[in-house]
């Protein structure tokens, strides 16, 4: 029988043995899906019940945003799935696949009931008080989920308060690491499985090594039960290990990967992009939607910025063609950021379909943005203050507290820790002006329904004190859509209402910047995202099983 062609063919025949090296750009604390977010290390040895379509072409979509549409999926534990009635959503497991061999779990068959016991024992299903599982992030947006059942050894039905489809896959298979599925038996014998000792999943790597703050080491799974959609016969994954270098060091990492000792990065930042292109052109670049961009966030609901002249003169007070230029050396679009990032195409509302009188507002003219000053009773401007987490870009803050003083805003940049920052802003909400951090409220290119709740009334994230029943409205609309273009209507006309109500002062959204060695073979760009530091699906044990290295081009 004659081989059909296929978009992957120029990819080349997958090759077996080596190890793949990838930078780790912070610290692995935590190894329990219900006790942290550090998603990207999960996927080694953890799965979920879906996955990335690995044939997709990339033509159709490629992967590359955090966020990978619902209809672009594929089955993993799950071979299938169907809404049978209203919020009702059944996910038909495959059969055959086993627990890794490793006491508690000895390589015992994988049923419904350890579906079961994962969401119990994240939502607190079955619980006497009723108390939630320890990552409170993931359970609040699992708050419209009732049950969690198996109906058969091998079929779990999940029944939901709302109706809309598109919501609920959302939930459960985009947000990350609420998804990846420990093994119970471990969980019962430990009581968590925090300690990476007691890392067992069904994934296609074995946890063998951990060195906090250094690195962690994974084996192949050699009873791993899943095989390479794009070549079926063959058994992943292709390489024996891999290694993760905790690396937080930009400059350190890169210096690694000029000498060959990693074979993947991501996350780094235009300038370090531009240096390594110079230094080692041989080295393949991703370039992919960033992360969220830098924003300017005030409270809504104090002097001045309850008054919408004030936040309209300060977004008109920056010059966003010129921070393109002088800043981002023209690697990014100069467009302002929007609620839904502008990378996807079918939720957002693109700069391109914006009515002028909209787009005014978000153009520079330090004229108007003194007049609108003046009108909201600040002709002389005022004095503020931003408290700024230290991971943001301080160079970027600069230039704009330089744009705000030539309309006679005077902004004082108060910097803060992390863990101090998350408690100040986000937690206890002291701040009293303007508040900022790397992860700001616009840009998102993640489960899009989902970011309805960012500006909504009560939420942790709307630090920027948003109340405003306009907008409280969308998220209810999106959980009773009941096709893919409703939600759509939702999203694009929640777009344009946080664009026109000017909550937040809007910059650029960046580019990242992904690097492989050109021995790494099989991917088609969608690592960019694959493991996502702190966000996104978090797959790197779904690509990185089937990822493979050329090892004759190494050689060389």
């Not at 038909?92 to 390589?107: C, M, S, T, Y």
């Not at 839904?340 to 108007?368: H, I």
């Not at 009773?377 to 870009?393: C, D, L, M, Q, R």
């Not at 044990?541 to 090892?551: A, E, K, N, P």
Request: charge should be negative; hydrophobic fraction near 40%; aromatic fraction near 14%.
């Amino acid at each position: 029988m004659e081989k059909k062609n296929t978009w992957w063919d120029n990819l080349g025949e997958p090759q077996y043995g080596g190890e793949i090296v990838v930078r780790a750009n912070s610290n692995i604390v935590d190894f329990d899906p219900c006790a942290t977010q550090l998603a990207y290390i999960f996927s080694t040895w953890m799965e979920k019940l879906a996955a990335d379509d690995w044939t997709l072409d990339p033509e159709i979509f490629d992967f590359k945003p955090h966020w990978h549409p619902s209809r672009y999926m594929s089955g993993q534990l799950a071979e299938s799935w169907e809404f049978t009635g209203p919020g009702a959503y059944i996910m038909h497991l495959r059969k055959g696949i086993r627990w890794q061999n490793i006491p508690p779990a000895n390589g015992r068959e994988f049923i419904a009931d350890d579906v079961v016991f994962h969401y119990n024992r994240l939502c607190g299903f079955g619980q006497s008080d009723k108390k939630r599982g320890p990552l409170q992030t993931a359970v609040t947006r699992f708050q419209d989920l009732i049950s969690v059942t198996a109906s058969d050894k091998f079929t779990v039905v999940f029944q939901w308060k709302i109706t809309s489809e598109e919501t609920i896959m959302e939930t459960l298979h985009q947000i990350s690491p609420a998804a990846y599925l420990e093994n119970p038996e471990a969980v019962r014998k430990w009581g968590d499985v925090r300690d990476w000792r007691h890392a067992i999943g069904t994934g296609p790597f074995i946890l063998k090594h951990f060195i906090p703050g250094e690195s962690a080491f994974l084996v192949k799974n050699p009873d791993y039960w899943g095989h390479d959609e794009r070549h079926p016969l063959n058994q992943l994954p292709y390489v024996d290990a891999v290694k993760f270098l905790i690396v937080p060091d930009e400059a350190g990492a890169l210096d690694l990967m000029c000498a060959g000792k990693i074979d993947l990065i991501d996350q780094i930042s235009p300038l370090g992009a531009q240096a390594l292109r110079k230094t080692n052109p041989e080295i393949i670049q991703i370039t992919h939607p960033g992360a969220n961009p830098v924003t300017i966030d005030p409270r809504n609901d104090v002097k001045p910025f309850n008054d919408i002249r004030v936040r309209k003169a300060m977004q008109m007070a920056i010059d966003l063609p010129s921070i393109v230029r002088e800043y981002y050396h023209n690697t990014v679009e100069p467009y302002p950021a929007t609620f839904t990032t502008r990378y996807m195409r079918e939720w957002g509302f693109r700069w391109e379909d914006w009515p002028q009188d909209l787009k005014d507002e978000y153009t520079y003219n330090p004229q108007a943005s003194k007049k609108l000053l003046a009108e909201a009773g600040y002709p002389y401007g005022f004095k503020t203050n931003i408290v700024a987490h230290t991971s943001g870009e301080f160079p970027l803050l600069q230039i704009v507290k330089f744009y705000f003083k030539a309309v006679g805003i005077d902004m004082e940049i108060r910097p803060m820790e992390n863990d101090d920052w998350i408690i100040f802003v986000m937690i206890n909400h002291k701040h009293d002006q303007l508040a900022y951090h790397a992860g700001g409220p616009l840009g998102h290119n993640s489960s899009p329904t989902h970011d309805l709740r960012i500006f909504q009334k009560g939420s942790r994230a709307n630090y920027n004190m948003v109340d405003d029943p306009v907008f409280n409205a969308f998220l209810p609309r999106a959980e009773k859509a009941t096709d893919f273009a409703e939600i759509q209507k939702v999203m694009r006309d929640a777009n344009e209402y946080v664009a026109r109500q000017h909550y937040t002062i809007s910059l650029i959204q960046p580019m990242a910047y992904s690097f492989c060695q050109p021995w790494l073979k099989g991917y088609n760009a969608q690592f960019g995202s694959a493991w996502a530091h702190g966000g996104g699906p978090g797959m790197s044990g779904f690509y990185l099983s089937r990822f493979w290295i050329d090892q004759k081009v190494k050689k060389n």
